[in-house]
């Protein structure tokens, strides 16, 4: 997810490519929320997995 991708539909769920599209873009709005909620999801089980090990 946050590798930097040279295929086209790749790059477009590519957490780096959506932050500086939203950063630097024009666009005001999320077109697709299930996307950004799935990006909130995958945050949690990575913050949690991380917890996981940090505290073993």
């Known amino acids: 997810m946050l590798k930097h991708a ?6 477009e769920s590519n957490i780096i490519e959506m932050r ?3 950063t630097y873009g024009i666009q005001t709005s ?4 299930t996307k ?3 990006l909130i999801k995958n945050c949690k089980e990575m913050i949690d997995i991380a917890k996981e090990i940090v505290f073993k």
């Open 20 to 22: 500086e599209n939203y």
């Open 36 to 38: 950004i909620k799935d």
């Open 6 to 11: 040279d295929i086209e539909e790749i790059q």
């Open 30 to 33: 999320v077109k697709d929320e």
